[in-house]
T-cell receptor, first 110, second 117 residues
């Protein structure tokens, strides 16, 4: 059974304090790993798709990396507007469903 | 690109009534749409997968007669909560997916907040 866990559950950072969020997964053949950002009361917003170990993608202050067992979302010099819940999801080779992790609630204090 | 809309964004209804939520992909054709439910401070819970022109596939524990899903076209799927009760109050989110579109990801709607009195 495909599974996704995320850590930490919640993270508080000072503005400018870089950190990383973790997504650990088990899947029967990885088709893709996805990162989303969700603001309260809104639908998730797509950030990145990663397909194979060693792949990296960047967008502004965010950088996502992937290994065979986990993915990291690195946040460099975060700003208060980066505060949100970050969701990780995987899609296996056998099926079209995505399995979502519980998310990490990030708060960036000014 | 890859915009998904939901309507209504918020609905309040009386217990026993039915509520229909629409999910539209505005600028692409979605072969598959997913319906999720989300409780406060919890992650997304997949309810059903809807493929255009065929019956929806429901996750275990989701009552198909209570949550009616119709995916009549490549740009529209509807979720009808029949005979709603207070325990159905939740945040319902749809997503649209087409293989090969922008990296084969799902694009989510803004969600619908349902409150059943």
């Amino acid at each position: 059974e495909d599974q996704v866990t995320q850590s930490p559950e919640a993270l508080r950072l000072q503005e400018g304090e870089s950190s990383s969020l973790n997504c650990s997964y088990t899947v029967s053949g990885l088709r893709g790993l996805f990162w989303y950002r969700q603001d309260p009361g809104k639908g998730p917003e797509f950030l990145f798709t990663l397909y194979s170990a060693g792949e990296e993608k960047e967008k502004e202050r965010l950088k996502a990396t992937l290994t065979k067992k986990e993915s990291f979302l690195h946040i460099t010099a975060p700003k208060p507007e980066d505060s949100a819940t970050y969701l990780c999801a995987v899609q296996g080779n056998y099926g079209q469903n995505f399995v979502f992790g519980p998310g990490t609630r990030l708060s960036v204090l000014p | 690109g890859a915009v998904v809309s939901q309507h209504p964004s918020r609905v309040i209804c009386k217990s026993g009534t039915s509520v229909k939520i629409e999910c539209r992909s505005l600028d692409f054709q979605a072969t598959t749409m997913f319906w999720y439910r989300q409780f406060p401070k919890q992650s997304l819970m997949l309810m059903a997968t809807s493929n255009e022109g065929s019956k929806a596939t429901y996750e275990q524990g989701v009552e198909k007669d209570k949550f009616l899903i119709n995916h009549a076209s490549l740009t529209l799927s509807t979720l009808t909560v029949t005979s709603a009760h207070p325990e159905d109050s939740s945040f319902y989110i749809c997503s649209a997916f087409t293989p090969g579109l922008g990296g084969e990801t799902q694009y989510f709607g803004p969600g619908t907040r349902l409150l059943v009195l």
